[in-house]
């Protein structure tokens, strides 16, 4: 106790005068396997060096899919109270991004000197200007504003995505290491006069899984083709993240700084057909959960727990948590550890910064995380118990899957006890019931905007980009056919399976007693 308050003493008069630089590094789609500190196959051994000398967060989770993480991260409230239920994926469907009620994270510590920066991914609308970041609290951006770019040609379905403060930029390079080289920029002409708020958004391991082949070829030994360039993929993101903890450490500011690292969320395999279908590049990922169940966009273990570490030299002790953090927690932690007042009402994340710092665990209470997509996927905590939650929206009511498992003692999601439990998944059932969930946002399902594109709604004036690549080829006309076909029938099956089995009888009686008329 006496350690906890005497640290405490000493980070508050620290902050109270000189506050340390943040920074936030997010990759994309990369798994609970897909690290070796975590026991991978692919060896990263700058981010093992950075879990040892940290605080590994065995227990931290995000959202299924990248923009509803990245704006918990940014609001600290859960993306299913802030409206965003589902990536960001169309900038003509897509006709609003985060919403400009919320304060996000850069205008907070802009508000107290800190100057703001964002290399990578944004991801958070880009529709209109005001959704962009330049005019939410960053001082400058760097990258793209949508979801999984072409890494070399910086291109997303057609459209040229990179830009510098709002204005398309044409350059050559792995967008990886151009991510990373603008982050070291940025630390290097850091001059001390403010602390650095700097936010670190990798596009890898997100597809279309792309490498440049001299890191390809160093891994022969993987006899997997596609298995060996996504290997090289995140061998590239780990030298970079590894580049630029070497620059924090050459600029001398290694003891000023708090790193965050984490994933937005599980890894991608086990693709649907239907995905398959319309996103064929997705089938190309090898992500690894090391067992976990399920994957990117699911809430099972896979899709929602992912690497994650804090680093604060002299103020946490390297140590494995196995604290509950969710992604809305990490904005009133960094205030807390800042010394910065701000109404706490305004999050649903916790400020977990005294548990950080003595290691002491305390047992979420009813948090939430999870997406609505095709699926409506969700997960509910409360101390050692999860509540799964699926819901296919063609659905009527009646198909809603609840599975309860302990787990603390299952993490690999083998034993659902709802029928051994029912007086818990009775309660935490109603706990669900009475968790808000926003869906005030226009919802447009991805397929429909995937085949139309700009056709779908219009595009007008977008700083969404210039055109300077052929536009994405819409799948074969006897493909889109058979998709809207499935959608129809999924929307409407209560009616079709019967409609169809009426016509097939009659069909039947038809076709029988028309061959005993000429028999």
Known sequence: MYKFFLTLLFSINIFSSDRPNVIIIVTDDLGWGDVSYNGGPISTPNIDKLAMDGVQMDRFYAAPTCSPTRAALMTGVNSLENGVIRPFDNPTADRYGLSLRYKIMPEYLKEVGYQTALSGKWHLGMFADEYLPLNRGFDSTYGHLGGGIGYFDHALSGRMDWHRNGEVLYEDGYSTTLIANEAIRLINNSDGSAPLFLYIAFNAPHTPIEAEK???????????????????????????????????ESKGILEETIIIFFSDNGPVFNVDPIAATIASDVVDSKGNTLGLRGSKGSAYEGGIRVPAIIYYKGVLENAKSNQFIFVDDILPTILSALNIRSNSGNFTGIDHWANLITNNIVPPNNSITGNVIVNDERALFNDKWKLYYRHFIYDDDSKKIFELYDILNDPY??????????????????????????????????VHSYLH???????????????????????????????????????????????????????????????????
Do not use: C
């Open 453 to 519: 594109g700009d056709k779908y709604i219009g595009i007008n004036n977008s700083p969404w980009l210039e055109r300077n690549y052929e536009e994405k080829n819409p799948p074969h006309p006897i493909i889109q056919n058979i998709i809207f076909t499935w959608i129809v029938f999924l929307t409407f099956k209560e009616f079709i399976i019967p409609i169809l089995f009426m016509v097939i009888l009659f069909i039947s009686i038809y076709l029988y007693r028309r061959k005993s008329n000429y028999s």
């Open 214 to 248: 001299n890191f390809i070829d160093k891994l022969s030994h993987i006899q997997d083709q596609k298995e060996r360039i996504y290997a090289a993929n995140i061998t590239i993101l780990d030298i970079e993240i590894g580049n630029i903890l070497s620059a924090i």
């Open 413 to 446: 999601e083998k034993y659902d006890l709802s029928l051994e439990h029912p007086e818990i998944l009775e309660s935490m059932k109603k706990t669900f019931y009475e968790k808000p969930i926003n869906l005030e946002t226009p919802f447009f399902n991805p």
